[in-house]
């Protein structure tokens, strides 16, 4: 049995779209097309898409969601262990989520230039200061780990902080992380690091159960 290379379909389906304007460029999609053999699809992908196929009807994306009017920070080290602190910004929520999909998005607090020094990118300047953050999580950590699995280790316990109160539930929520790696993970829903592959993993499922969309943007620790 021969399958259709996910390839071509793909392709096919933007040719389709109209996503190829240029005509040489919709030639060479033909005949890159025409060009591809056939391969076997492994049974595990098979099965994995099938799944997947049969778990999409569970999904639901309400890009409408309000936004929770709470800023939450994460910071996790092996020296003070895990923290998580929370400032009520109201409308201030949903800047820092929207200026978290740009690229090279960072967000620093008043007063604060260095990541104007040690980052490149667009600095976001909030209208909060440090004081207006209260403390909701410090817990010391108990083992010795990898900075990344530590910081990715704290978002899963601040996201279980955050879906306590039903308030929550059902929100988009903008969340402040120190670490560029374990935030780019959070981001996909998937990482290939071992270290911190795990918790990448239970935070989507935390997000997924509460129905929360989370915008992580960076800051300095």
Known sequence: MRDIPLLPSILLLLYNAGF???????????????DLVA???????????????MLCVYCEADITRPWCGDLVASDASWVFGFGVSVATVGK????????????????????????ETSRKGCVLR????????????????????????LEAAGVTMM???VMRATRRHSTRV??????KAVLHA?????????????EVKQAGAIALGSNILVRYAQTSS
Do not use: I, M
């Open 92 to 115: 201030g929520a949903q800047e820092v989520g929207r200026h978290a999909g740009c690229a090279a998005a960072l967000v620093g607090l008043p007063g604060d230039q260095s990541l």
């Open 174 to 179: 903008a969340v402040l992380l120190g670490a």
């Open 126 to 149: 909030l209208k909060v200061s440090q004081d207006d953050f209260w403390t909701v999580v410090s817990h010391r950590a108990s083992y010795k780990a990898h900075s990344g699995a």
């Open 20 to 34: 190829f304007v240029n005509c040489v460029l919709k030639q060479a999609v033909l005949q890159h097309v025409r």
């Open 39 to 53: 391969r076997q699809v492994p049974a595990h992908v098979k099965h994995e898409l099938c799944l997947f196929s």
């Open 186 to 198: 959070l981001s996909k829903g998937r990482s290939s690091a071992a270290a911190f592959r795990t």
């Open 159 to 161: 996201l279980r902080w």
